[in-house]
């Protein structure tokens, strides 16, 4: 896809190295946003950086686990977009979930993270899927108000449940529970 200047493109695996670079980019941005004083601490892990040898594994193989857009600018990746896809039930349908969505500063405002979204649902709708899906960081009020501009809507009905498996020493699930 080409629109004003901007090609949107699957990735290959030459653009490892500049995806990892990105995704140290997105890492640094999310890091230095401000956390609402009222928000629960949950102890997680720092976000992994998606190095070259993780994305040669996760989306580069035989069986990609996620799927990547690059954004170009005069032949300079200036964004990415990761995506996976997944089922709705409510639509009995194919869906696309959005992991990653990345423009670097130098870029914002000109249309790019717009052109990664568009071509995201005509990837969707060409496996005739009608839905995507994504979670946007409560503290990232430039995200929340660019997919506000693109008419998406937060999906109050449900809330995201994550549960980190694998790194424990002790069981998760007891018969007792």
């Known amino acids: 896809m080409k629109t ?3 090609a949107i493109r699957p990735a290959v695996p030459g653009d ?3 995806i990892s670079r990105m995704s140290q980019e997105f890492v640094d941005e999310l890091d230095a946003m401000p956390v609402a004083s009222d928000a629960p601490e949950i102890p997680e892990a720092d976000d992994i950086v998606l190095s070259p040898e993780i994305l040669a594994r996760d989306v580069f193989s035989a069986a990609p686990l996620a799927h ?3 954004a170009e600018q005069s032949a300079a990746a200036v964004g990415y977009l990761m995506y996976h896809f997944g089922y709705w039930p409510a639509d009995a349908a194919p869906s696309l979930h959005v992991v990653d969505l990345f423009v670097r500063a130098g870029a914002r405002k000109r249309g ?4 990664m979204m568009e071509e995201a649902i005509a990837i969707i709708g060409r496996r005739g899927g009608q839905r995507l899906l994504w ?4 503290q990232n009020h430039p995200a929340i108000a660019f ?3 693109l008419g998406a809507r937060f999906f109050s009905e449900e809330r995201l449940m994550t549960l980190r498996v694998g790194i424990s020493t002790r069981p998760i699930f007891s018969r007792n529970s």
């Open 4 to 6: 004003a200047g901007i």
């Open 147 to 149: 997919y506000e501009r």
């Open 16 to 18: 490892a190295n500049e």
């Open 112 to 115: 790019v993270a717009r052109a």
């Open 135 to 138: 979670t946007v960081w409560d």
């Open 68 to 70: 990547v857009l690059i």
